[in-house]
């Protein structure tokens, strides 16, 4: 391959017809990506998006010299990277899933590590470390350790990390996974200050559709093909004349509503957008069209989202799962009173030594109820949910889960509950088949009764083609789908899911809540983290945890009416939650 000297200057990566594969773990070949052709122009943000699996992590390491293609060719910053990647590692900060940091470092440490790399003077250093500390706002925890820091410092700090260099190409690869609305919004702060003071360009994927609306030109990658490109209107004009509100009758939930509006093969997608469903459909219906079944569909503007779903749905050639009955509930969900309930929580603190993590917590989840566990990074929601979970011990306060006081006996009660956890708590080395036979052991799972369940989550959560893959190879939506079939084997009372959809593409996260929303109405209780909040729509009720504390109870429509808004704009829990939080530490400061 040639240099790329004839490259515009106007662009900082470019890629033509760039296809790069993998070597399954069985022999077989796995392509990545597929005669890609790209442009990133300089001195913005370019968004990658598109389903798991589609090749965006595989096209960021290609950029930062970490892969070598396969055919085609990738200039970056005018070199060409499979013959020059040392160069173009020197120019470009990447910064990977999870932050690529050192744990046991402390922030000191960790940012010293990447200045070694880079080579970076003690002059350097002493100029550049005060601008990335102000920027961050870490100078005061330099000397705490990586892995003690919460989501959203941790992000802050992989992100000082990639910039210790002063890059001209900045490589982000999910760097908002996992951390909270206001964490969001400070590191989309940071990037609009580096284009904005250093000129930097940024190439960033994430599984968030509104961040892709803010970014100056889009790339939908599908099973490793550009399936479109431009500006986030472009894509957003394609669910023109399609996109929809309608309110759910009084004696109708909108997730039911919503539950129902999506099986009709004539829909796209169809999500909450407060007290009401948000409807795409395939077609330009008429207000009359039996879609609608006697409900007044109100026309609104097509959003990012709405064209996103309508490409890929397009390419996959399917539409919402909602052919299949989640699960058989147990017998105490099917026989008990809607009313009852089934957790408690009374005046709960957890310390650890000095430091207070839960602070005299008190609600109560009924019965079939999806009840949501809301905070910053930090906040102690992790924490109240392993104490509900039985995992870890209340200090003080009373805490019953399905009618078992959980001080006294942790054991009985994790028999009538399921769980899962933020990395799906599956064994990596073991085969999805290994994992179901595992859990369904786990949980007292015997002979037929066994064989029954085992088939039944492989039929329900369609595994049969991946049975004889190592679940650590899989795309983060069948890890989703592997793990809930795992928690749901022995058909619990109680489900805990704790950041289920962490890193999981919009497609699966919308088939994810379809099923969980069913087996709410089986009369199976949900308790859930998230830092979606517009997956917070979902929940029946909700607490919003800040420094361990409850600052507010309540519906979402309750949560709502927190936020503050000025204009004709609906306010939305992400409104709500930003005005809680911020109301708290400006009190506290």
Not at 258 to 263: K, V
Not at 433 to 457: C, M, P, Q, V
Not at 543 to 560: H, K, S, W
Request: with cysteine; aromatic share 6%.
């Amino acid at each position: 391959m040639q240099m790329a000297g004839n490259m515009p200057e106007s662009y900082v990566l470019e890629c033509r017809e760039l296809t790069k594969e993998f070597i399954h773990v069985r022999g077989e070949k796995i392509r990545a990506l597929d005669t890609v052709s790209i442009s990133v122009s300089r001195g913005a943000i370019t968004g990658l998006i598109g389903p798991d699996g589609a090749g965006k992590t595989t096209l960021i390491r290609l950029a930062a010299g970490l892969f070598t293609p396969d055919a085609g060719s990738i200039s970056v910053l005018g070199i060409d990277a499979a013959v020059h990647p040392q160069a173009v590692q020197s120019r470009v900060g990447y910064m990977p899933q999870k932050f690529g940091l050192y744990e046991d470092l402390s922030v000191q440490e960790n940012l010293d590590l990447y200045a070694d790399l880079h080579g970076l003077s003690r002059e350097a250093r002493a100029e550049r470390y005060p601008e990335l500390m102000q920027m961050t706002g870490l100078a005061r925890f330099t000397k705490r350790l990586a892995g003690r820091l919460s989501g959203g410092m941790k992000q802050k700090l992989g992100l000082a990390c990639t910039l210790v260099s002063t890059p001209q190409l900045l490589l982000l690869d999910e760097p908002t996974v996992g951390v909270d609305p206001l964490s969001r919004r400070e590191l989309w702060e940071i990037v609009h200050h580096l284009i904005r003071e250093q000129s930097v360009t940024v190439l960033l994927s994430t599984s968030y559709l509104d961040e892709a609306e803010r970014c100056g030109m889009t790339i939908l990658l599908f099973r490793g093909r550009v399936l479109e490109s431009g500006v986030p209107s472009k894509i957003s004009a394609l669910a023109a004349g399609k996109a929809f509100q309608l309110k759910a009758p009084a004696s109708v939930k909108p997730r039911q509503l919503q539950f129902r509006l999506a099986g009709d093969a004539g829909v796209v997608d169809a999500g909450l957008e407060g007290e009401r469903v948000r409807l795409v459909t395939s077609r330009e219906p008429a207000m009359d069209d039996p879609l609608f079944q006697g409900l007044t569909p109100t026309p609104v503007s097509p959003r990012f989202e709405d064209g996103f779903m309508t490409l890929v749905r397009r390419a996959a050639e399917r539409t919402v799962d909602t052919a299949f009955m989640p699960q058989e509930p147990s017998e105490e969900a099917k026989t008990g009173d809607p009313q009852e309930v089934v957790v408690e929580v009374r005046n709960l603190y957890k310390r650890f030594g000095d430091f207070t993590a839960v602070r005299d917590a008190s609600f109560q989840v009924r019965r079939g109820e999806i009840f949501g566990l809301l905070g910053p990074n930090g906040a102690g929601k992790s924490t109240t949910f392993r104490m509900l979970c039985g995992l870890l011990p209340p200090s003080e306060g009373t805490l019953s889960v399905a009618g078992v006081d959980l001080r006294r006996a942790r054991a009985s009660a994790r028999q009538r509950i399921g769980y899962v956890a933020q990395k799906f708590s599956l064994y990596g080395q073991l085969t999805v088949a290994e994992n179901l036979d595992f859990f369904s052991g786990a949980y007292g799972l015997r002979g037929t009764r066994k064989r029954e369940r085992i088939d039944w989550a492989i039929d329900q959560f369609d595994l049969k083609a991946i049975m004889g893959q190592t679940s650590g190879e899989l795309p983060a939506g069948y890890k989703q789908r592997l793990a809930m079939a795992c928690a749901l084997m022995h058909a619990p009372e109680i489900l805990f899911l704790d950041e289920p959809t962490s890193g999981v593409d919009p497609l699966a996260r919308r088939e994810f809540w379809q099923r969980i929303s069913a087996l709410a109405d089986l009369g199976v209780t949900v308790i859930v983290t998230t830092h979606f909040m517009e997956e917070a729509e979902y929940c029946d009720s909700m607490v919003i945890m800040v420094d361990g504390e409850i600052l507010a109870t309540g519906t979402p429509a309750g949560i709502r009416k927190h936020a503050r808004i000025a204009g004709p704009k609906e306010p939305t829990i992400e409104d709500a939650f930003i005005a809680i939080v911020e109301d708290f530490r400006r009190n506290a400061a």
